[in-house]
């Protein structure tokens, strides 16, 4: 396992709202950096920081560069780059305008959270279970990253092809990195190594869906199911990286979730609303971005008449997530009755409407509207793909 301690990088604080059955519960504010930042700047050119959340910080429109460095350094705070080549801070810069905010625990229970009990096993690194408020998932159970949430990406798709990219993604505001070894400060969402050997199973949690796969300029990281998992959190039991959706940061294009002990997401239950696109009233579901809460629009499938549905199989759902639930969905100025479930054959559940499977769109993109609140473009509507069609659902 990668040495050394999970290094402090800082976040930025936004509001999370943990959805419950029926609706939303507001939850305490989590101290993290939004994924998304660097992505909305390069589509929108622009920094939010929203006033009602951060007194005194004003809302910044037009190009970064210059309005972000006299922003910081009205606090004090030069324009600087990281010590690891030109990956450039933003994250950094961000996080000195945080407010101070409480984070969300997670606890391993003391057996889960054991250490290996031999030498030889200690140099493998240990994978838990810990008690969520989403349920049971994976956790780190040995080493300097002990008890720390774990997390993966719906897109990646190991050893083919990966969402969370190592290396560098060149934007217009810099550099970024999605991850990269354990301790890797400029990444976005840092792997969880096991370059000791193959990594140990904890109570509860499956030896033989346990594997690891090498990366360049990761290492050997630990796999579940087949999916990479990945660090995120700034400490031990914070859960912060549920349910973010990064459809426009290329090449990520997917959603993070918990991974619970049977090798599936732990989604939360939801909460369906509307959206405009093109000046029209659309269906959409409610997920985290860089930018707090953004109501991306859902989708229907031809296909899922006449062929298995696009949720079961694995292409097809990395291009369009299901929209998933843990329970009964909630809904905002919806008849509650057109609300439905499906079950896949992973044992997950569907969200439906009018019976019909309600899909994500992976590369949807995002504008901002006149008052600078970001908006989803519904730009997946009528593409054919996968024996079928995807369409918004007009008019809900």
């Known amino acids: 396992m990668t040495a050394g301690p999970l290094p402090a990088r800082p976040r930025l604080a936004w509001p999370l709202v943990a959805p419950a059955p029926g609706g939303l519960v507001a939850l305490p504010a989590v101290p993290r950096t939004p994924p998304l930042i660097a992505a909305l700047r390069l589509a929108w050119g622009v920094v939010t920081a929203t006033q009602g959340n951060h007194p005194g910080i004003e809302r910044v429109l037009g190009d970064v560069f210059a309005p972000a460095s006299s922003l910081l350094t009205r606090f004090g705070v030069r324009h600087t780059r990281e010590e690891k080549g030109n990956i450039m801070s933003i994250r950094r810069w961000?996080?000195?305008?945080?407010?101070?905010?409480?984070?969300?625990?997670?606890?391993?229970?003391?057996?889960?959270?054991?250490?290996?009990?031999?030498?030889?096993?200690?140099?493998?690194?240990?994978?838990?279970?810990?008690?969520?408020?989403?349920?049971?998932?994976?956790?780190?159970?040995?080493?300097?990253?002990?008890?720390?949430?774990?997390?993966?990406?719906?897109?990646?798709?190991?050893?083919?092809?990966?969402?969370?990219?190592?290396?560098?993604?060149?934007?217009?505001?810099?550099?970024?990195?999605?991850?990269?070894?354990?301790?890797?400060?400029?990444?976005e969402w840092p792997a969880i190594?096991?370059?000791?050997?193959?990594?140990?199973?904890?109570?509860?949690?499956?030896?033989?869906?346990?594997?690891?796969?090498?990366?360049?300029?990761?290492?050997?990281?630990?796999?579940?199911?087949?999916?990479?998992?990945?660090?995120?959190?700034?400490?031990?039991?914070?859960v912060t990286g549920e349910g973010w959706f990064e459809p426009g940061l290329p090449p990520w294009h997917g959603i993070w979730w918990l991974m619970s002990p049977d090798g599936q997401p732990l989604p939360w239950a939801g909460n369906l609303t509307t959206t405009k696109v093109n000046g029209q009233w659309v269906l959409a579901e409610r997920y985290l971005t860089g930018a707090g809460w953004v109501n991306f629009p859902v989708y229907t499938f031809t296909g899922d008449q006449?062929?298995?549905?696009?949720?079961?199989?694995?292409?097809?759902?990395?291009?369009?997530?299901?929209?998933?639930?843990?329970?009964?969905?909630?809904?905002?100025?919806?008849?509650?009755?057109?609300?439905?479930?499906?079950?896949?054959?992973?044992?997950?559940?569907?969200?439906?409407?009018?019976?019909?499977?309600?899909?994500?769109?992976?590369h949807e993109l995002l504008t901002l509207t006149s008052t600078g609140a970001p908006t989803a473009l519904g730009n997946g509507n009528g593409i054919q793909a996968f024996g079928g069609t995807f369409y918004l659902v007009t008019n809900p």
Not at 114 to 125: D, E
Not at 198 to 204: L, N, R, S, V
Not at 206 to 212: I, V
Not at 327 to 352: A, C, D, K
Request: hydrophobic fraction near 35%.
């Open 94 to 187: 961000l996080a000195l305008l945080a407010v101070p905010a409480a984070a969300l625990a997670l606890t391993a229970t003391p057996a889960m959270a054991s250490t290996a009990s031999s030498q030889a096993k200690s140099a493998a690194t240990k994978i838990i279970l810990a008690n969520s408020p989403f349920g049971w998932s994976l956790a780190v159970g040995s080493g300097p990253y002990k008890n720390y949430t774990l997390y993966f990406i719906s897109s990646d798709n190991a050893p083919h092809s990966y969402g969370c990219t190592t290396g560098v993604t060149s934007t217009a505001v810099g550099p970024i990195i999605c991850t990269g070894p354990s301790n890797d400060k400029n990444a």
């Open 306 to 362: 006449s062929g298995p549905y696009c949720g079961n199989v694995a292409s097809c759902a990395r291009a369009w997530p299901p929209v998933l639930t843990n329970s009964s969905p909630g809904y905002t100025g919806l008849p509650g009755s057109n609300i439905g479930e499906t079950s896949l054959s992973s044992g997950l559940t569907q969200v439906t409407w009018n019976g019909s499977p309600l899909y994500l769109f992976s």
């Open 193 to 238: 190594t096991s370059n000791g050997g193959m990594p140990i199973a904890g109570q509860g949690v499956s030896q033989a869906l346990l594997g690891r796969v090498y990366r360049k300029g990761v290492g050997w990281q630990v796999t579940y199911a087949g999916q990479p998992l990945y660090l995120f959190d700034q400490a031990p039991g914070q």
